[in-house]
């Protein structure tokens, strides 16, 4: 299986959460990735491309293919941080 898929990477529960409220209220998730996420994919908004299961940290990949499409997810605690996860695509 893999997927395609953009994320929002910070260090509290409580800035994914404010940040996931920003997303709710229209605000674009690649403007709040360049601006918040601490992982290098911020330079492209979030974007993580395409990757196969398996090659994330579990708490992530059990998001990317198990939740719905085209919604944005979390947060999403891992060893790295909190997560908002939004799944841009999925196939076999």
Same mark, same amino acid.
């Given at each position: 299986m893999r997927a395609k898929a953009r994320h929002i990477l910070v260090d509290t529960l409580e800035e994914c959460t404010k940040i996931k409220l920003k997303i709710d209220n229209?605000? !674009?998730f690649g403007v709040l990735a360049t601006m918040h996420s601490k992982?290098?994919?911020s330079q492209k908004g979030g974007d993580l491309g395409e990757f196969k299961q398996g090659?994330?940290?579990k708490e992530f990949d059990d998001v990317v293919f198990q939740a719905e499409v085209g919604k944005v997810h979390g947060p999403v605690k891992t060893q790295f941080g909190y997560h908002l996860i !939004?799944?841009?695509?999925r196939s076999e």
């Open positions: 229209g605000t !674009d992982c290098p994919s090659q994330m940290v !939004d799944i841009l695509e």
